[in-house]
């Protein structure tokens, strides 16, 4: 099948009065995809999506926050919005809170199921040729051709919001690879999960691997998408708040799809989404 990945709707405010994202949206459905999908979508463009059959999954609409040192994770949000302010004033009060704190906070991350299973650093390449092996269990799932997948992660490596983006791998005690996982991240910094993916039983050692990863990097938290797979997982960890991120939506007039995305059945999100992408994310009115 063909997809079509929906990014923003960009319109002149002056002159449009509430049509053009309908408009567009209408001109995009007459194109020759089998499916249309968005993880991007704001309140309204729910509101004119719905009613042209998107299905909303709404556990992926949600982001999850895990918080490593709540005083300094405060002062790295008010920097985003006020640079200088937040760097002299909120970070020293930050830091001072975190310090008082002391045992209190201890690691979020629980303990892997397994001694035996091992996280290791790897690069952009080991990630691209274990994902789509992992991801081998969705019905509905991309099929990259060759140099497609490198070719999205060096784009991805190109975002500047977040950090630079790492790689990690869970290994287990055969020395395979059973999951791996990519953020962007820096010491002092919010880590931005970017993609994860495991098999079956080892969904929480992978996500012990990335939290253990950021963590040690030195980032105050991390945040990502919540997925279907790994939520019931993610519930083990303390220090976890969940918010409403952006809409996700899958649009397509084959049944058997319907139906795979109504069961859960789907890759969606990360690199197979818009959250993602520089213009969803990085800030280019600012130098």
Not at 97 to 116: M, N
Request: proline share 6%.
């Amino acid at each position: 099948m063909n997809a079509a990945i929906i990014g923003p709707f960009m319109t002149d405010s002056s002159t449009d009065h509430g049509w053009a994202g309908p408009q567009l949206l209408r001109a995009l459905h007459q194109g020759e995809f089998d499916l249309y999908m968005t993880d991007s979508a704001n309140r309204t463009s729910l509101a004119f999506a719905r009613p042209m059959k998107y299905q909303l999954l709404p556990v992926h609409c949600l982001e999850w926050t895990c918080v490593f040192r709540p005083g300094a994770m405060g002062a790295a949000l008010l920097q985003r919005k006020w640079p200088g302010l937040a760097r002299l004033a909120i970070g020293p009060c930050g830091r001072a809170f975190d310090a008082l704190a002391g045992r209190r906070l201890e690691p979020p991350v629980q303990p892997s199921s397994s001694r035996r299973i091992h996280h290791e650093r790897i690069d952009a390449a080991q990630f691209a040729e274990r994902l789509p092996a992992l991801m081998s269990d969705y019905a509905l799932r991309p099929n990259w051709k060759d140099g497609e997948l490198p070719r999205l992660l060096a784009l991805a490596a190109e975002k500047r919001a977040d950090g630079p983006l790492h790689f990690g791998g869970t290994y287990d005690e055969a020395g395979k690879m059973v999951g791996c996982h990519a953020f962007y991240g820096q010491a002092g910094g919010i880590a931005n999960l970017l993609q994860i993916q495991a098999s079956g039983p080892y969904w929480g050692a992978t996500l012990d691997g990335l939290i253990a990863a950021a963590r040690d990097m030195g980032c105050v938290g991390i945040t990502g998408q919540t997925q279907s797979r790994f939520l019931p997982h993610l519930f083990g960890y303390n220090r976890l708040f969940f918010r409403y991120a952006g809409g996700t939506m899958v649009r397509s007039r084959i049944a058997e799809v319907a139906e795979a995305v109504r069961a859960g059945d789907i890759f969606i999100g990360g690199l197979m989404g818009d959250r993602w992408t520089r213009l969803s994310s990085d800030d280019f009115g600012r130098l």
